[in-house]
C-alpha cells in the first residue's frame, strides 16, 4: 500500500544546476499538488493538477516547471536551482472533492549550494 | 484570498497537560477544515477534519469543532503525551477543491 511516493528522498545542487523531482501515487487521485515547507512559513503551494493534462500555479510558482504524466505522475522541475530554493519538498493527493483529505509523500529535502 | 492563522509555537507542556491550540480562517463559502501532524523526519499526516458547521472531528483523544461564527477550528487535548510531540498544522480545502492552504503550524513539545 505505497500511497505516494517521491523520490529523491535527499538532494543537493549547485547553483545553476537543473533536476526534477518525481511523484506517484496509486490511489487513483484526480489531483495532485507539489508544496515547499520552510521554517516559520508553514506549507506552500507551488503549483497544483486538477487532473491530467491540466497544471496550475499556487503561491509559489517561481523557478519551478511541472509535468502531469498521466494520472499516477506529477514532477515538479528546478531548470536553474538558486539557494532561496534550498527547502523541503512535499507532493500529495486527493480526490477532487470538498472533505476529502490530501495524502502526502514523505518529502524530499533539497539543498542548493 | 483564502487563508489561515494559527498560534505562534513552540508550545511547551508537561506530560498529561491540557492542549489548545487555535485556529481562525478566512475564506469563502464553507471550506472543510483539517488538522495534520508532522512528526519528525516524517510527512503529513491527517489527524482529523470537519467539513460543516458545528461538526466535530476527533482522532488519538483529539478534537476540534468547525465554528462558522467565529471562523475557527481550535485543535484540544485533554491529557497530552511524550509522543503527542510534533508540528501541528491547521488547514483548509478550499471552496473550488482546488487545494489545501496551511497556516504557518505550531511546534508542540511533551516532556515528562
Known amino acids: 500500500n505505497a500511497g505516494v511516493t517521491q523520490t529523491p528522498k535527499f538532494q543537493v545542487l549547485k547553483t545553476g544546476q537543473s533536476m526534477t523531482l518525481q511523484c506517484a501515487q496509486d490511489?487513483?487521485?484526480?489531483?495532485m499538488y507539489w508544496y515547499r515547507q520552510d521554517p516559520g512559513m508553514g506549507l506552500r503551494l507551488i503549483y497544483y493538477?486538477?487532473?491530467?493534462?491540466?497544471?496550475d500555479k499556487g503561491e509559489v510558482p517561481n523557478g519551478y516547471n511541472v509535468s502531469r504524466l498521466n494520472k499516477r505522475e506529477f514532477s515538479l522541475r528546478l531548470e536553474s536551482a538558486a539557494p532561496s530554493q534550498t527547502s523541503v519538498y512535499f507532493c500529495?493527493?486527493?480526490?477532487?472533492?470538498?472533505?476529502?483529505?490530501?495524502?502526502f509523500g514523505q518529502g524530499t529535502r533539497l539543498t542548493v549550494v | 484570498g483564502d487563508s489561515v492563522t494559527q498560534m505562534e509555537g513552540p508550545v511547551t507542556l508537561s506530560e498529561e497537560a491540557f492542549l489548545t491550540i487555535n485556529c481562525t480562517y478566512t475564506?469563502?463559502?464553507?471550506?472543510?477544515l483539517f488538522w495534520y501532524v508532522q512528526y519528525p523526519g516524517e510527512g503529513l499526516q491527517l489527524l482529523l477534519k470537519?467539513?460543516?458547521?458545528?461538526d466535530k472531528g476527533s482522532n488519538k483523544g483529539f478534537e476540534a469543532t468547525y465554528r462558522k461564527e467565529t471562523t475557527s477550528f481550535h485543535l484540544e487535548k485533554g491529557s497530552v503525551q511524550v509522543s503527542d510531540s510534533a508540528v501541528y498544522f491547521c488547514?483548509?480545502?478550499?471552496?473550488?477543491?482546488?487545494?489545501?492552504?496551511f497556516g504557518k503550524g505550531t511546534t508542540l513539545s511533551v516532556s515528562s
Open positions: 475564506a469563502t463559502g464553507y471550506p472543510s
Open positions: 488547514a483548509l480545502f478550499n471552496q473550488a477543491g482546488t487545494a489545501l492552504i
Open positions: 470537519a467539513t460543516k458547521a458545528d
Open positions: 493538477s486538477a487532473s491530467e493534462g491540466t497544471t
Open positions: 500529495a493527493s486527493s480526490r477532487r472533492r470538498q472533505g476529502l483529505e490530501a495524502f
Open positions: 490511489m487513483n487521485h484526480n489531483s
